[in-house]
């Protein structure tokens, strides 16, 4: 299981690079089932997600080879249309291989993806777009099947711009019959790399980014060469790393157009960002103040994957922030740890205030979820004496090699299993 052990109060100095997101590279991995034919892509993160994302693959026939960050996937022998419970049940983002599948071969079995850490994640946005494209489904015992005679364009109108909806019925559409509209979808960067991939391999996709996406069903797809987004998340965690430990550190390999909610945010907290359109800088020298509101919020507003990380910034500033979390129902599961470091903060349901405080003390810790558990990691880098943080795994879900990446930027920081 391992736990990270952290003695707090090095500065941060110095440059590191990004590593491919997570959030981008498992819908493409889902998208390589679509077209059964070979997909070779960069930039491909070390990750436990897209470890079990490839044990899915696999257990439906692919064959995947990997050297390094480059993965090359043939999706021509797929025979199977039955995803693992088990699998399912360690990454509920499976379940975008529900359009994957359904482009396929017009057939899945997936189980129903629980809820996770962070809420309880239903999927009633998807279902109800799947069924609008001719998707027939069957739920039982947990189980949904899904079948579709044939794959019929439709106008979608989502009643939220869930990620997870948007890309199940982009991946469905890209093989339908006749165009798709998808209203009301959402503008996050990944679902961008995404249509990239899909149009590279032969599909014909427009507007990603924005709130509509329109997709033209194609007859086949072909090969396809790709590589994938780096992740404005991790970029955005080792920002607020700097900003924690009065740091001076640069980050490369990013898309700086990505990170301006974070940036904006960090300037309010008096922190000095540098930046060009792939790298940028964050200095801290005074301090941390206060941020009278942030709310999170589809892309382009303040991403909920920052919220606990920026938690763990508010909780040392001098003087009292509020976050409103309006994403997810419960992702306020890192603050209980925060006060046990002797943060003080209060929940008032989706609102969290923060009463900066002058310092917080290093003690035993759990991470709950992966970026509570980043938040807490960011916490003990800033905190006096010794952090210790069990149930790593979580971490090692969205983080490639965080220690080491730490460590190089001068962190007292390492991994015990
Ligand atoms: C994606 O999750 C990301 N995961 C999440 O990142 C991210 O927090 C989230 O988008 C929001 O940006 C991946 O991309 C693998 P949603 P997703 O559907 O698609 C509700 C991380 O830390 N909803 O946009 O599951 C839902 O309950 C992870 O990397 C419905 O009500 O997010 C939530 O309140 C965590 N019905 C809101 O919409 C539905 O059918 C946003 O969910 C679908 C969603």
């Not at 993160?45 to 696999?58: A, W, Y």
């Not at 792939?278 to 920052?306: A, C, H, W």
Request: aromatic share 4%; with cysteine.
């Amino acid at each position: 299981m391992g736990k990270i052990i952290i003695n707090g109060g090095n500065r941060l100095t110095g440059e590191i690079s990004v590593s491919g997101a997570k959030n981008a590279i498992l819908p493409i991995l889902a998208a390589t089932v679509i077209g059964g034919k070979e997909s070779t892509i960069f930039n491909v993160p070390k990750l436990r997600d897209v470890e079990v994302m490839e044990e899915i693959l696999l257990s439906l026939g692919s064959r995947i080879r990997r050297i390094d960050k480059m993965m090359w996937v043939d999706s021509k022998p797929i025979d199977s249309i039955r995803i693992p419970e088990e699998l399912v049940g360690e990454m509920r983002s499976s379940i975008i291989l529900m359009g994957a599948m359904l482009g396929r071969c017009g057939e899945i079995i997936i189980s129903y993806p629980g809820g996770c850490e962070i809420g309880h994640r239903p999927i009633d946005l998807h279902l109800k777009a799947l069924r609008e494209l001719g998707v027939e489904i069957e739920e039982s015992h947990g189980l949904l099947h899904c079948k579709a005679r044939e794959l019929k364009g439709a106008e979608i109108q989502l009643d939220y711009p869930s990620v997870g909806a948007t890309e199940n019925i982009m991946l469905a559409a890209v093989k339908a019959k006749g165009t798709t509209i998808i209203r009301n979808a959402a503008r996050e960067p990944e679902i961008v790399d995404l249509q990239e991939y899909l149009n590279r391999a032969g599909a014909r996709v427009n507007g990603a980014g924005t709130s509509v996406i329109i997709i033209e069903g194609v007859d086949r797809l072909t090969d396809v060469t790709h590589t994938t987004m780096s992740d404005r998340i991790v970029a955005g965690t080792y920002m607020i790393a700097s900003a924690m430990t009065n740091g001076e550190v640069i980050i490369n390999n990013i898309v700086t157009e990505h990170l301006q909610a974070i940036i904006a945010k960090l300037r309010e907290a008096g922190c000095l960002v540098y930046s060009n359109n792939s790298s940028l800088k964050v200095v801290n020298t005074n301090g941390i103040r206060p941020i009278e509101m942030i709310q999170t919020l589809p892309y382009p507003g303040f991403p909920t994957d920052m919220q606990a990380q920026m938690m763990a910034l508010l909780s040392i500033a001098n003087g009292t922030s509020i976050i409103s979390e309006t994403v997810f129902e419960s992702r306020f599961k890192h603050a209980e740890e925060l006060i046990r470091m002797g943060a003080n903060i209060k929940i008032f349901g989706k609102v969290a205030v923060i009463k900066g405080v002058k310092e917080l003390t290093g003690v035993k810790l759990n991470a709950k979820d992966l970026r509570g558990g980043a938040c807490l990691v960011l916490a003990g880098l800033a905190a006096m004496g010794t952090t210790e943080i069990d149930d790593i795994y979580h971490i090692e879900r969205g983080y490639e090699d965080l220690h080491i990446r730490l460590q190089e930027l001068g962190a007292d920081i390492k991994v015990v299993k």
